[in-house]
Every structure is written in structure tokens, then in C-alpha cells.
């Protein structure tokens, strides 16, 4: 009796075990053959104009300056210096 209940706690061990193991193979596998996800596809940096020396440079960018309400951004906090308005 001990032993049989013993039994059925060991399976359901392993069949809880075995599915947990399957579900992280399963998507490690996923990610791995996944080409490029949708998610980090539409995540690429804006790119914006430095109105000094026209380069580009990302939105995420620290040196910006709004003049008028407008938002600028530069590659250079000396570019941002010289920059009086459009
Ligand atoms: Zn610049």
C-alpha cells in the first residue's frame, strides 16, 4: 500500500519534471530557429539630424536642445552650443 502510493508520487514527480523540462527545450529551440523576432525588428533606433553639422545621430541621443518647441538633437554638446534656432 506504502509502496504503491510511493509510486504514484514518483510519476507524478516525473511527469511533472519531464513536462517542465520539454516546455524549456521546446522554447530555447523557438528562439534559437525564430528569425529575427517582430518585436526587436520594430525596435530600431529613430535617427534624428543634427541641424549643426548634419549628422545623424539616435533619438535616444542625451544632447538635445527644443528651441521654439521643437526638439533638436546633436552629436556634440558643442554642436548643441552653437545652435541658435533654425
Ligand atoms: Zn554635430
Known amino acids: 500500500m506504502v509502496r504503491s502510493l510511493l509510486y504514484i508520487l514518483v510519476g507524478l514527480f ?3 519534471f519531464l513536462r517542465a523540462a520539454v516546455g524549456l527545450i521546446g522554447r530555447a529551440l523557438a528562439q534559437l530557429f525564430e528569425p ?3 518585436n526587436r525588428r520594430t525596435r530600431s533606433v ?3 539630424r543634427d541641424p549643426v553639422c548634419g549628422i545623424y545621430v ?3 541621443t542625451k544632447v538635445r536642445k ?4 521643437k526638439e533638436y538633437y546633436f552629436c556634440s554638446e558643442s554642436c548643441r552650443d552653437r545652435f541658435r534656432g533654425e
Not at 66 to 69: A, D, E, K, M, R
Open 46 to 48: 529613430e535617427l534624428k
Open 58 to 60: 539616435s533619438a535616444e
Open 36 to 38: 529575427e523576432s517582430e
Open 14 to 16: 516525473l511527469i511533472v
Open 66 to 69: 527644443t528651441v521654439g518647441g
